[in-house]
């Protein structure tokens, strides 16, 4: 089983539509969980932290689900611009200070 | 100013080359790391250094080998360099690891 695992999609979606993805984690004992988006040909950039609360930044909200091992991100008003794939991103506990990455989901915006 | 720097940005080389990637950054961070993402677009580990001590060293050919001569320089020198090193190689830095890592903007290796 994939330590972090999420959709591949692709998700095409018209503009102004609300979109969700989804990813688990294997490990319970993880920390510290991001989102984070890549452009084609591009680094990967952070886009949200995840907090057990759940928190919302503009048209992104992110939940952190711990009980289950799940994360998501929901976005809302979709733009054009929003066309990227997202990486779900988790922290395993240990010493090794390391992020470890999901392969992705691809997102495109359509006019 | 850009944040974690990493030269080249493309290398095209012989198989059998030796080769070699640099990063610096001007973050003050302490860990600095190098990942490799191959062509199914997986990011996946390779070697993270903090304060210029190795803690982490994933199963990579012993072809690879990262030289952090300072906290703010982590470089990648790969030898002998075969068709399947073909991948964008990241490297990033952290200040801690819950505020998640800073990219550089990647070198795209091809090796033909």
């Known amino acids: 089983r994939k330590e972090v695992e999420q959709d591949p999609g692709p998700f095409n979606v018209p503009e102004g539509a609300t979109v969700a993805f989804n990813c688990t984690y294997s490990n319970s004992a993880s920390q510290s969980f991001f989102w984070y988006r890549q452009d084609c040909r591009k680094e990967p950039k952070l886009l949200m932290s995840?907090?057990?609360s759940g928190n919302e930044d503009g048209r992104f909200t992110a939940q952190l689900n711990r009980a289950s091992q799940y994360i998501s991100l929901l976005i809302r008003d979709s733009k054009l611009s929003d066309s990227a794939t997202y990486l779900c991103?988790?922290?395993?506990?240990?010493?090794?200070?390391?992020?470890?990455f999901g392969s992705g989901t691809q997102l495109t915006v359509l006019p | 100013d850009t944040a974690v720097s990493q030269t080249p940005k493309y290398l095209v080389t012989q198989m059998g080359n030796d080769k070699s990637i640099k990063c610096e950054q001007n973050?003050?961070?302490?860990?600095m790391y190098w990942y490799k993402q191959d062509s199914k677009k997986f990011l996946k580990i390779m070697f993270s250094y903090n304060n210029k001590e190795l803690i982490i060293n994933e199963t990579v050919p012993n072809r690879f080998s990262p030289k952090s001569p300072d906290k703010a320089h982590l470089n990648l020198h790969i030898n002998s360099l075969e068709l399947g090193d073909s991948a964008v190689y990241f490297c990033a830095s952290s200040r801690e690891i819950s505020y998640g890592y800073t990219f550089g903007s990647g070198t795209r290796l091809t090796v033909v």
């Open positions: 995840v907090y057990s």
């Open positions: 991103v988790v922290s395993f506990s240990g010493s090794a200070r390391q992020l470890t």
């Open positions: 973050l003050g961070h302490d860990t």
